[in-house]
């Protein structure tokens, strides 16, 4: 029983660190997406981006999608790696330089502002970090600014509907159909949803 029961304390701490952003390094995040990514599937063709297209990854973490979508927009395209964590910010550029890869550029933001320039990109993409934004309703309303004519914000987050107990339990997790409401109430419509993720919603919405 003793071991059993320590058993159970390990995983519900490993739990715990993978929900929570502040237990997390730039490593632990890129990790965790690696893992999802596995058991689920590969969200990037879902996007619809060209090459020479410009998009802002916003709670960039580790920058493992900060990667990715720099493959998808070719050697033309621009992908700003935004994260509010200096250590991230740090970890992307380490990590860029490495790879050798160019059209990645690492931003560090504040909890208020993606302090991405105006009319900058055609695409935001936020995954498992919308639910930790206070006043979403503000800050998504003033985001419509960075976006090209035409740009769209891509939404994925855990979905209470499809998670397990533990994960309800500890929270860190937004009903999608929250995240439409208040997307709507900053501006936006949503113009495609998918329901090929196993633990997330994922929505795409334009600005009206």
């Known amino acids: 029983m003793k071991k059993q029961i320590t058993l159970f304390t390990i995983s519900f701490c490993t739990l715990i660190a ?3 952003g502040g237990c997390m390094s730039a490593r632990n995040f890129n990790e965790l997406a ?11 063709p879902y996007l619809e981006l060209k090459n020479g297209d ?4 916003l709670g960039a973490g580790g920058g493992y999608f900060s990667i990715k979508l720099a493959k998808a927009v070719g050697n033309t395209g621009k992908v700003y790696a935004v994260d509010i964590n200096p250590e991230s910010i740090a970890y992307i550029r380490k990590s860029v ?4 890869i160019h059209n990645v550029e690492a931003v560090l933001g504040t909890y208020d502002d ?6 900058s990109v055609d695409l935001v993409f936020i995954r498992n970090a919308y639910h930790d934004f206070q006043n979403r309703v503000k800050y998504f309303a003033r985001l419509k600014s960075v976006l090209k004519p035409g740009g769209r914000i891509a939404v994925i ?9 533990f994960r309800k339990l500890i929270g860190h997790a937004l009903d999608e159909k929250t995240i439409i409401e208040e997307m709507n109430q900053a501006g936006y419509v949503r113009q495609k949803g998918y329901t090929v993720l196993k633990q997330q919603s994922f929505n795409i919405f334009k600005a009206r």
Do not use: H, Q, W
């Open 18 to 20: 993978s929900t929570c």
């Open 114 to 119: 993606s302090t991405l320039s105006p009319g």
């Open 97 to 100: 330089l490495e790879l050798n």
């Open 54 to 57: 410009s998009v802002a990854d």
């Open 34 to 44: 690696v893992s999802e990514e596995k058991e689920s599937v590969d969200v990037i």
């Open 157 to 165: 987050d855990y979905d209470p509907a499809k998670l397990g107990f």
